[in-house]
């Protein structure tokens, strides 16, 4: 099996795997409990977050955990418009978001709120200066992500922060859950307010995430009840949850140090294979993230050539996996300002820290023998 789909999904690493289940089996206590067996799990709570911190090079109480990258987005969008409003209800994104985000901006705007959809280049970037230009005396909140998930295409979060950070009255949000391990992210910088993480796209588990919340930053909870995690996420601490979601990212911020390099150079292979085959356009551009490639083979779709793929055990998506059963054009691409040959025909491959050439060689061959076979069905 060659799996190509981890911009959707990453197969869970074993420790991570292992450090749930000792948890879980020998300390299921609860953590507010006031008996030592649950006050055993709460400091091993408080050990999780003070090791995300670390990580993350942020403070223990600016890491909340979640379960995972909905549920971020939600938190941080909502959160802020919420507890904000009364600063003003004007909120800055762009037209490529996750589906997380642009469904909580669109659920605000029925409360009143008023939301800029900025729109990108065909690399599928914002450009700065329309961000510089969009903030009004009324905008509490810009949420812009790091790494599209369909394009691979890198935001200027850095000079979008060095904007937000000469606005004090409003807060700067990123969704980083494609980015994390693979393109570097300070967030130490002081425009950069919250931040999204999700497990499962890092070899954690489904269920798992973490949310940053910088100290200065009040948030209007979404849960309400037992006050836990500073009052932002009443409920239960996922406790396993959290302590795998720390080792898989001690272990992708390895990877990242150690591996990213590689990761580069295979993804350079894949593309430079793409772009010579000629019934393929690479929509990726040239200079985005190293593990997400997109492309289109106008003529053919997109679902067929999928299963042809899958017959081999090589296992690729459309779009993101939100809405890949959706049979119509890709969001993103058309937002990119393509036509519609390829918005209809795209393909995204997205590469781990464990695919290698010889992956990437023989997804290369059975793509181009899955083409000719698709014309040969059609002429």
Sequence with gaps: MIYLDNSATTLPDPTVLTSFQQISSNYF?????????GGQVEQLFHMAKKQ????????????VFT?????????????????????????????????SVLEACR?????????????VNQSGVVAVEDVQQAIRE?????TIMHVNNEMGSIQPTKEIADIAAKHPKLF???DNVQGVGKVPLSLSHPGINLC???GHKIHGLKGTGILYVDNRTTLFPLFHGGEQERNLRSGTENVAGSVSMVKALRIIKEKETTTLDQMYEIRNVLFEALQEIPEVIVNTPNNGAPHIVNFSVPGTKPEVMIHMLAEKEIYISTKSACSSKQADASKILKACGFTKDRT???LRVSLSYETTLEEIYQFIETLKQAIRQFKKVME
Aim: hydrophobic residues 35%; without cysteine.
């Design 196 to 198: 999204t993480m999700s």
């Design 67 to 99: 379960s995972g990258g909905t549920e971020g987005n939600n938190m941080a969008i909502k959160g802020i418009a919420l507890q904000h409003q009364q600063r003003g209800k004007h909120i800055i994104t762009t037209e490529i978001e996750h589906p």
């Design 138 to 142: 009324d905008t509490i909140l810009i």
């Design 172 to 174: 700067f949000h990123i």
């Design 52 to 63: 995300a911190a670390e990580l993350l090079k942020v403070r223990q109480e600016e890491v």
């Design 344 to 346: 209809t025909s795209a």
């Design 107 to 119: 659920s605000l705007e029925t409360l009143g709120f008023h939301v800029t959809y900025l729109p």
């Design 29 to 37: 206590a609860n953590p507010s409990s006031i008996h030592p067996l």
